[in-house]
């Protein structure tokens, strides 16, 4: 009787145990299962520079974990064929849509110019740059030097602040290593505002570039600097931020008051006789 129980309870324990041990396979399983499965996402089949227009032939499909999902990416090479490259991708990297120009947005320079902005360039005579270090993405002041009309002062004054250099000669993309580039044409991002009074800055006079760090965007409210060439109320030339006051004329002299002194009169009266003496 005994034996028999302890048989029972023996193959219940093995039924059990068992059951438990096909469950927890079930569920590691399907565990693994889901982790191993992957998404396939539109990727560069080779390295892309910006301004690029992408091609089939440039695109490949590669496996990416279902567990970490890329907003904005794409299935379908369809969807990215034809479209320009703002940024440079790597081989095998997923393109996304934050690294494509809007659709229609054209090809080369002008996909890369953001909707209501304009792009403007100069001519080398224009400008006076920063040693070959006017790169593609760099931020710079644009100051115009000129002459007054009036007279032979010299005025300098800072026409836009903070703008973003686009291209430096046809090169849209800086140097990996920061080497600095000759150029004859820098293009600036600008407004259609600050178009036009860059185009008033270089009839004017001379444009020169300031280089500023990147991440500045302070602007400020600097006051001209003013070159005046000698006179004669100011025979020393100057520099200086501000007017210089000129001397005033020195006022007409007063014509001296002549003062009469008043005179003293006696008169003597002697009988019928009378006589006056002043002193």
Excluded: C
């Excluded at 059990?16 to 560069?44: I, P, Q």
């Excluded at 890329?70 to 934050?98: H, M, W």
């Excluded at 009839?203 to 006051?223: E, I, P």
């Amino acid at each position: 009787m005994v034996a028999r129980r302890l048989m029972t309870a023996l193959l219940l324990a093995l039924v059990v145990s068992g059951l438990f041990t096909f469950w927890l396979s079930r569920k590691l399983g399907g565990s693994r299962t889901v982790e191993a499965a992957n998404h396939k996402y539109v990727a560069a089949a080779q390295n892309l520079d910006p301004g690029t227009v992408i091609s089939a032939s440039t695109l490949k499909l590669v496996d990416w974990p279902s567990g970490v999902p890329l907003e904005g990416s794409f299935t379908k090479p369809e969807d990215v064929a034809n479209r320009t490259l703002l940024y440079p991708v790597a081989a095998g990297q997923p393109i996304q849509e934050r690294s494509l120009a809007a659709l229609g947005a054209g090809i080369g320079l002008s996909a890369k110019i953001p909707d209501g902005m304009r792009a403007m360039s100069l001519r080398d005579d224009e400008v006076v740059g920063v040693a070959g270090f006017l790169l593609p993405g760099t931020h710079v002041d644009v100051i115009v030097t000129y002459h007054s009309a009036q007279n032979n002062d010299t005025t300098s004054d800072i026409v836009l602040q903070d703008v973003q250099v686009l291209a430096a000669g046809q090169k849209t993309q800086a140097d990996p290593d920061g080497k600095a580039a000759t150029t004859n044409v820098v293009t600036l991002l600008v407004s259609p505002g600050d178009a036009q009074k860059l185009t008033l800055a270089t009839a004017q006079g001379t444009v020169h570039f300031v280089l500023r760090n990147g991440s500045d965007r302070l602007k400020v409210n600097q006051q001209p600097a003013k070159f005046y060439m000698p006179t004669s109320n100011v025979p020393v030339p100057r520099f200086t931020g501000a007017q210089i006051p000129v001397p005033a004329a020195p006022a007409p002299r007063k014509p001296d008051v002549v003062v009469e002194k008043k005179a003293y009169v006696v008169q003597t009266v002697r009988g019928d006789k009378s006589t006056e003496e002043k002193f």
